[in-house]
T-cell receptor, first 115, second 114 residues
Framework: DTGVSQNPRHKITKRGQNVTFRCDPISEHNRLYWYRQTLGQGPEFLTYFQNEAQLEKSRLLSDRFSAERPKGSFSTLEIQRTEQGDSAMYLC?????????????FGQGTRLTVV | QQQVKQSPQSLIVQKGGISIINCAYENTAFDYFPWYQQFPGKGPALLIAIRPDVSEKKEGRFTISFNKSAKQFSLHIMDSQPGDSATYFCAASRLSFGNEKLTFGTGTRLTIIP
């Protein structure tokens, strides 16, 4: 296990279709984050899990978005009824969560294109 | 509402020169200020980070300067190299709140020319 793994790397979908992305964090990390990054912008926080509990959701996460982390291991992010505005890079990050000396490690992201 | 403002948007520096990127924040509850480096097609990678109890942190060619009263911090890259060409993001979080949720700046595309 050399880092955070995200699949697929690229996804092209038609507007209105549902898509699901997967994130496998670093194995001992208990915290997992989803971010969205559009072209020319910094990543924006979407949601955060500690183990299997979803502790925080951004207002950016509309009702069409849902994230899960069953058993506190991998996580999935599903977007229902995709819209062209959903086109972005979706980044996952994980951390060990050991207090004030912790670092979030990012995966390479899933680039979503809605046509 | 942009809580972390970053400038410049792009920067061109000659090889061997000093690259300087600036950030300003609004939320005084932020207590952790990392800089991330991102290459095309890759996720951001932590470069260096600082807590507000120090005014400067240096790691190799990379230095963060932090001004708590002005709510500003900057990244200095000394002896800039072509391999430093990437997009740099400043960020801030509230580690004391119990997680590393990051608020990012808009990024600076750095190009190092020979």
């Amino acid at each position: 296990d050399t880092g955070v793994s995200q699949n697929p790397r690229h996804k092209i979908t038609k507007r209105g279709q549902n898509v699901t992305f997967r994130c496998d964090p670093i194995s001992e990390h208990n915290r997992l984050y989803w971010y969205r990054q559009t072209l020319g912008q910094g990543p924006e926080f979407l949601t955060y899990f500690q183990n299997e509990a979803q502790l925080e959701k951004s207002r950016l996460l509309s009702d069409r978005f849902s994230a899960e982390r069953p058993k506190g291991s991998f996580s999935t992010l599903e977007i229902q009824r995709t819209e062209q505005g959903d086109s972005a890079m979706y980044l996952c990050a994980s951390s060990l969560g050991t207090g004030m000396k912790t670092e979030a490690f990012f995966g390479q992201g899933t680039r979503l294109t809605v046509v | 509402q942009q809580q972390v403002k970053q400038s410049p948007q792009s920067l061109i520096v000659q090889k061997g020169g000093i690259s300087i990127i600036n950030c300003a924040y609004e939320n005084t509850a932020f207590d952790y200020f990392p800089w991330y480096q991102q290459f095309p097609g890759k996720g951001p990678a932590l470069l260096i980070a600082i807590r507000p109890d120090v005014s400067e942190k240096k790691e190799g060619r990379f230095t963060i300067s932090f001004n708590k009263s002005a709510k500003q911090f900057s990244l200095h890259i000394m002896d800039s190299q072509p391999g430093d060409s990437a997009t740099y993001f400043c960020a801030a979080s509230r580690l004391s709140f119990g997680n590393e949720k990051l608020t990012f700046g808009t990024g600076t595309r750095l190009t190092i020319i020979p």
